[in-house]
């Protein structure tokens, strides 16, 4: 039975509140460090929400505090909450939301009191269907501006250190040091794309809530062209709505010293990012696709970023080949069956010798597990030629139950090499029905 959200919103006459801003170690302490869920290339992070913990993307594109799927949770407690309209990616309209002040956020041995947050009040938002864990919210600035901020992608360990010198120089040593800007509480870096064999410079925010590895606007420049070996597709869904879009491979990214080779890069149209209230020059987003193959140091108080290659470095990037998005629709009880240790009932002996006879036994079990359906079918792709339709609910995946297989697991096997075979069974209209399709590359 779904647990029923109680929102509690306090209303209280202003009182001024004269708490240092940010998040602040509680005790005289130069670091901590703690586990993240790396999925997608997406970070997730628990933090507590006036004293209920919460699982949040951390997300250096977003300069507010985000709230949303609360489903999970027992009893969440607001403060000073107003009506607003919240306005973001996608292709649809404003959305209805709440404005809270005076929260405390904790993030282990961190708090940051008299903090303000949104709430998202559409339960269609949900970030949760689509990583396959609850995702209650999204953080961004607040979470960066105090302090050196370490992301450690392969160990997947955010580490916060104390902003001083020592600890400055000591990641200064094994680093190399990227320049970035500060503006409207969200970081932007000079880098270079080449396209047509020419050096186009581009101003990009640094995204580590978007999963891709680059995205370009070509209305924001004349230089930026969409290649003309594309296709179109769905990009990922923001405030607004859906972003859709095109994906395409351009000859080369380079951010510093670094270089990348034909990454794949996201074109979104024009409509889903209407609504985004953009800085003067950006022309587009790096995201986590490029920022998971290295460790990375967000100093934003200096305005710099610190990076260092990790083994994914030179990992070849790839895409959904497929053309089938996954989205997670609920659980649904499996049983399971397990067969017990057992001992011999009694020894036989013939002329072969002796003979143990066992008694089988069996017991069943009952796991609530996840409920995967396709959310989105890309047309003429192999799964749409194949037949595969939108709200089919996924049974098999090549032979396998469905429900033993994580969504990033899912994903991953969609972009593995070409001419790789799937096959799906899936009830639609509760009919069993099985389809078989061939990975191909289309860039």
């Not at 709440?98 to 303000?116: G, I, P």
């Not at 491979?249 to 270089?259: A, N, P, R, T, W």
């Not at 089938?324 to 072969?352: A, D, F």
């Not at 096997?413 to 069993?432: A, D, H, M, P």
Request: overall charge positive; aromatic content about 12%.
């Amino acid at each position: 039975m779904k647990k029923r959200i109680v929102i509690i919103l306090i209303y209280l006459f202003a009182c001024p509140v004269f708490a240092q801003q940010g998040f602040q170690f509680k005790k005289d302490m130069n670091k901590i460090s703690v586990p993240f869920k790396l999925i997608n290339n997406l970070v997730f992070v628990p933090i507590k929400v006036n004293g209920v913990e919460l699982n949040f993307l951390l997300d250096t594109g977003v300069s507010e505090t985000i709230l949303f799927s609360l489903e999970d949770k027992k009893e969440v407690r607001f403060f000073n909450a107003e009506k607003i309209l919240l306005k973001g990616l996608g292709s649809q309209e404003a959305v209805e939301g709440l404005k809270s002040t005076n929260n405390v956020l904790e993030f282990n041995d961190m708090k940051y009191s008299n903090h303000m947050l949104y709430i998202i009040l559409d339960p269609e938002f949900n970030l949760s269907s689509h990583v396959g864990i609850p995702v209650n919210g999204i953080i961004g600035y607040h979470f960066f501006q105090n302090n050196l901020i370490e992301v450690n992608y392969r160990k997947k360990r955010v580490i916060v250190y104390k902003d001083n010198d020592k600890n400055r120089k000591k990641i200064e040593k094994s680093y190399k040091t990227i320049p970035i800007t500060v503006e409207k509480s969200k970081p932007y870096l000079k880098s270079t794309i080449i396209q047509d064999n020419k050096e186009i410079p581009v101003k990009l925010l640094i995204d580590i809530g978007n999963s891709d590895a680059i995205w370009l606007f070509q209305d924001r420049s004349e230089l930026i062209k969409v290649p003309a070996k594309n296709f179109e597709d769905f990009l990922g869904r923001g405030f607004s709505g859906d972003v859709k879009g095109k994906r395409a491979i351009i000859k080369k990214f380079e951010m510093g010293d670094f270089e990348f080779n034909n990454p794949v890069v996201a074109f979104p149209d024009s409509v889903s990012i209407r609504n985004v209230n953009m800085v003067p020059d950006r022309k587009g987003s790096v995201g986590g696709e490029i920022m998971k193959r290295f460790t990375v140091v967000f100093d934003y108080q200096n305005s710099q970023m610190y990076l260092k290659k990790n083994s994914d470095y030179s990992a070849p990037f790839s895409y959904n080949k497929s053309g089938v998005e996954i989205q997670q629709n609920g659980l649904q009880w499996v049983q399971e069956t397990v067969r017990m240790e057992t001992v011999p009932l009694s020894t036989k002996y013939n002329e072969s010798g002796g003979v143990r006879v066992f008694m089988d036994d069996f017991k069943y079990k009952f796991q609530l597990k996840p409920i995967y359906e396709i959310a989105y079918v890309r047309q003429n792709s192999p799964a749409a030629n194949a037949g595969l339709q939108k709200g089919d609910v996924i049974i098999l995946i090549n032979n396998n139950p469905i429900h033993k297989l994580s969504l990033q697991e899912i994903n991953a096997l969609f972009k593995e090499e070409e001419e790789k075979w799937i096959t799906l069974e899936v009830e639609r209209k509760s009919e069993i029905l099985k389809f078989r399709f061939q990975l191909y590359n289309i860039l």
